[in-house]
Structure formats: structure tokens, C-alpha cells
């Protein structure tokens, strides 16, 4: 059955885990926007579960702008960038700047603090071992001196922390506003990589370990610590670009 308690967690209902199951299930099958996906009796078959449930998490993936339903044809997979995608923000985001960084961070804040939080009640050994991982091979990407391996950590870390939290509107939001940080930016993910990159390993470490301890209120504030400093950093690289005199 899908609709089951979690012991940690609480209760999910059925079509919330069938809505994860069915976005795993379009990445399985390399589904591309535009692409027909199977009929409900098809996706209940394989989901285990009744064509009801599966009704109802193609409505949350419709409103989320992940599944498309035409009347008559069946269920497509629409855009990949979902309700809260750049496209649809663009012409709603006023000129980047210090007070538009401070409502991404925010908005990242909120997001973030509540994934760890349920990260700490609901991961697995297997994803507590990603995520801890994945601040490994940030951290070797600072000692190292590579960047790049930097800024896969420090996206996989996060994205992997919303996963665990099981919670597929969550997911959604933390990828989407990751993406529209990068996007809107003055200087991209050079903050994080630059003067925070040695604080964030710290901090991503005080993360990993709140959640392996199930400590949900120590991961929030750890998570809240590690934002702050990272806005702190991203304003100081926007003054530094703003207002230094031309070379």
C-alpha cells in the first residue's frame, strides 16, 4: 500500500508519495517535456496503488506545471522548470540587486530550514550517507582549490537534504529557487565559492550532523546559521562589484 504512517515522520497521505513516485518514474523512463507518459490504469498498475490516488497526484504535478493532462489524449510531461520556473518569474522579478538578494534569501531561508527539519525525522541511512557525501566532496572541492567541485557539493548537499525531507512541494521549491539565485545573480555562485567557502564546509558539517542525530530544531538553526552568513557573503561580493572604482 502507499498510503502508510511513517514512524518518524507521521502520517503521508497516498497521493503526496504517489506524486514522488510518479516524477522518479518520468526521470527513470528519460521522459522529456512533450512526452506522452503512460495512462492512470498503467501508472496505477506500477505504482501499486488505486487510479483515484493516481488522479490526484497528476492534479498536484499539474498545478506544480510538471504534468500536462489534454482531455482525450492523456497525460504528457510539460516544462521542466514547474510553476515556480524562471520563465513564469520573469517578467514579475524586479532589477537584481541587494533587496532582491534579500527576498531569494529569505524565501531560501524559510524553504531550507523546514527540509532539514524533516530531513531530520524522515531520512534514511541511505540518504543521510548522500548527504553527507556530498559535503565531502565539497569540502575537498575548497581544499582542492576546484570550484566546480565546490558548487556540485554545495548543490547536491542541498538538494539532497530536500529530498530526504519527502516532501515533493519542498523539493520543487529548493531546486526552483536554487535556479533563480544562479539565474538572477550579479555574480553567479562566486560568493559561495569565495570568502564563505571556508565557514560553509564547517557549517554543512553542523548540518549533517543535527540531521544524523534527528535533532530537527539544531538542524533548522544550523541550516538558518549557514544561509545567513552565506546572504551576509553574497552582499559583501554585490558592494564590492557595485562600488569599486573602474581599473
Known amino acids: 500500500m502507499i498510503d502508510t504512517p511513517r514512524a518518524a515522520g507521521g502520517y503521508r497521505p497516498g497521493y503526496e508519495v504517489a506524486a514522488e513516485q510518479l516524477l522518479e518514474l518520468i526521470a527513470r523512463l528519460g521522459l522529456q517535456p512533450g512526452d506522452r507518459m503512460p495512462t492512470e490504469n498503467e501508472l496505477a498498475r506500477q505504482l501499486g496503488t488505486s487510479r483515484t490516488v493516481v488522479r490526484e497526484a497528476v492534479k498536484i504535478l499539474s498545478a506544480l506545471g510538471r504534468v500536462r493532462a489534454q482531455k482525450g489524449r492523456g497525460l504528457y510531461v510539460a516544462d521542466d522548470e514547474g510553476m515556480l520556473g524562471a520563465g513564469r ?18 524565501y531560501r531561508r524559510a524553504q531550507e530550514m523546514e527540509t532539514s527539519r524533516l530531513a531530520a525525522r524522515r531520512a534514511t541511512p541511505g540518504e543521510l550517507g548522500a ?71 564547517e557549517e554543512h558539517d553542523a548540518i549533517c550532523e543535527a540531521i544524523r542525530a534527528g535533532d530537527p530544531e539544531a538542524a533548522a538553526e544550523a541550516t538558518a546559521a549557514h544561509i545567513d552568513k552565506a546572504f551576509d557573503d553574497y552582499l559583501g561580493e554585490i558592494r564590492q562589484h557595485t562600488f569599486s572604482p573602474p581599473v
Not at 556540485?152 to 542541498?158: K, L, N, P, S
Open 131 to 201: 548527504i553527507q557525501r556530498a559535503a565531502d566532496l565539497c569540502r575537498h572541492g575548497f581544499d582542492t582549490g576546484r570550484e566546480e567541485l565546490f558548487n556540485e557539493g554545495d548543490d547536491a548537499f542541498h538538494t539532497l537534504i530536500a529530498e530526504a525531507s519527502h516532501n515533493v512541494f519542498l523539493q520543487i521549491a529548493v531546486k526552483e529557487a536554487r535556479r533563480l539565485q544562479a539565474r538572477s545573480s550579479l555574480v553567479g555562485l562566486r560568493g559561495s565559492a569565495g570568502g564563505h567557502a571556508a565557514k560553509a564546509v
Open 89 to 106: 518569474w520573469a517578467s514579475f522579478l524586479p532589477p537584481t540587486g541587494p533587496d532582491h538578494v534579500n527576498m531569494l534569501f529569505e
